[in-house]
């Protein structure tokens, strides 16, 4: 038990800092220094690093070493394309249980949104993250799928790292009024419209991609043309 669960405590360790770009891609992991520095033996760093590789964050090169992976457009757009059937799917379902208190909580969070994009916080990048993850958790909050929120989240590992490196890169003024426009839809019962919206909003990383990649070419896989 203590060895899965030291196990586990890696991988989740390991996991956030591959997609919050501590670790960024190409970086070399080390068993031994990883297992000194979390204070437990290599072989639940071992293990960890194995799960890490089956969900394409990590790359094994046989005689040559372990590897944050490099971000892969083509997992990038399969992830994007899932995230918006999944995210359709609920939008559409909770439609017809919406109120005014739900209402409420999509202002407030549109709210800080936009402040946290006028700010010079340090923390701005990870705040505005933070509440564009908590703008689509909210219909599954409402509806109490939380956990299939969590089970899409996990699935989600190149698109997140290209989020963090677009804010880097851009000052996104659309998402507010793409978070806007979405809600009004949905809250207005056009969900042919909402539908267009959130394609808009989630296709948005395509005008991003290329400026992105010129800026940070070494965190790509280069395999991919661009």
């Known amino acids: 038990m203590a060895v899965t669960s030291a196990r586990e405590n ?7 800092r591959i997609l919050h770009l501590d670790l960024i891609p190409g970086t070399a992991l080390n068993e031994k220094e990883l297992a000194d520095e979390l204070g437990i033996s ?5 293990e960890a690093i194995i799960m890490l590789s089956l969900a394409n964050l990590v790359v ?21 394309f899932l995230r918006f059937a999944w995210e359709k799917e609920i939008l559409h379902n909770v439609s017809d249980v919406l109120n ?12 800080l949104y936009r402040f946290y994009l006028q700010s010079q916080n340090p923390n701005r990048g990870d705040k505005l993250l933070e509440l564009d993850n908590e703008f689509h958790r909210i219909p599954f909050d409402i509806l109490g799928k939380q956990r299939y929120f969590e089970f899409i989240k996990s699935k989600l590992q190149h698109i997140e790292r290209l989020r963090i ?5 851009f000052s ?41 990649y010129e800026v940070f070419p070494d965190y790509f896989d280069d395999k991919y043309s661009l």
């Open 10 to 16: 890696a991988y989740q360790l390991l996991r956030k």
């Open 42 to 46: 290599r072989t639940p760093v071992r």
């Open 60 to 80: 094994v090169k046989p005689q040559s070493g372990t590897f944050v992976s490099r971000i892969d457009t083509e997992q990038v757009e399969m992830e994007q």
């Open 100 to 111: 005014e208190k739900d209402r409420i909580r999509y202002d407030e969070n549109l709210q």
């Open 165 to 169: 490196l677009s804010l880097k890169v």
């Open 172 to 212: 996104d003024e659309n998402i507010p009024s793409d978070h806007e426009n979405i809600v009004s839809a949905l809250f207005d019962k056009k969900l042919d419209l909402m539908d267009k919206y959130l394609d808009e909003h989630m296709n948005r990383y395509k005008g991003h991609l290329k400026t992105v």
